[in-house]
């Protein structure tokens, strides 16, 4: 939760004050906020360091470990995060070491792969395989990120009702467009976005904007489990450094069971595109 951020708490108060319907919902607020990790991409990769934070290009592996395939097909790299870099935004991850993450596809994402590689671990570059056949015609540009502390949100009002399951049904909330707008504003001051025209921010731990279900409703249908069994372990949007483009500049969700986070059992990752 982010109810244990000072920052975020003193915003959501001051957003209170000038959207004061919403007072009532401040402790559902609190108690639904995610304390998220952002993730921006900066410069273009140089590869000068292995084992940094990077979003498309070609990955680090360890030496010997043979780059994801499925046959004469190569999985799409996406990103690696050195969770040293990010051990202060949040407690749920390994303090060190780095995560990998790999799509057989871009369309339906018929398997995800996230790779966990301790700190002794010895890693080097790996090229691309070679005569590799990918889901697109080409690999991503790779790029620097950039992380930041953040903290996210549920998308629009519906949605926070459909959570909580409080006291205003579905239909008085979206009869209600004083209070749909207000919470809408709220969050827009509460957990700003960059402008559409800069590259978007990825994140950790992120409510993510759906036309449907949400992230975690696929995988529970998919995998087993309920709804709140699992979380959001990273969730891509468009960017124009990378040329990160899912369906129509939809999002790319990774997903694990908090069970499987705890004992840093990341083989058993699934991942949604979702698009309008």
């Not at 002794?120 to 015609?137: K, M, N, V, W, Y």
């Not at 459909?162 to 004083?178: L, P």
């Not at 207000?182 to 409510?207: F, K, M, S, W």
Request: aromatic share 10%; charged share 30%; net charge negative.
């Amino acid at each position: 939760s982010a109810a244990q951020l000072p920052a975020f708490v003193r915003r959501l108060d001051e957003a209170l004050q000038r959207n004061r319907d919403l007072l009532p919902d401040r402790s559902l607020l609190l108690a639904l906020s995610r304390r998220s990790v952002e993730l921006t991409t900066t410069t273009r990769e140089s590869y000068s360091r292995v084992g940094n934070t990077r979003f498309g290009g070609e990955p680090d592996l360890p030496r010997g470990f043979a780059y994801p395939m499925d046959g004469d097909v190569a999985f799409v790299f996406l990103a690696q995060i050195d969770l040293a870099e990010i051990a202060e935004y949040q407690d749920y991850l390994p303090r060190t070491g780095l995560l990998s993450f790999f799509a057989s596809d871009l369309e339906y994402v018929q398997e995800a792969r996230v790779l966990y590689h301790p700190a002794e671990t010895q890693l080097e570059r790996c090229p691309f395989p070679e005569d590799a056949i990918f889901d697109r015609d080409e690999p991503f540009e790779g790029f620097h990120a950039r992380a930041v502390q953040a903290w996210s949100l549920p998308p629009t009002y519906l949605d926070l009702v459909r959570i909580a399951k409080g006291e205003r049904t579905d239909e008085e909330a979206a009869a209600d467009d004083q209070l749909y707008d207000a919470y809408e504003r709220l969050r827009e001051t509460c957990c700003p976005q960059r402008p559409a025209q800069e590259n978007d921010a990825h994140g950790i731990n992120v409510y993510v904007i759906t036309q449907l279900d949400s992230p975690e409703q696929e995988a529970a249908e998919k995998a087993g489990g309920e709804p709140g069994d699992w979380k959001v372990l990273l969730s891509l949007g468009f960017d124009k450094n990378t040329e990160f483009c899912f369906w129509d500049a939809g999002t790319l969700s990774f997903m694990i069971r908090r069970e499987d986070l705890a004992a840093c059992r990341f083989s058993r990752v699934v991942a949604f595109i979702e698009s309008s």
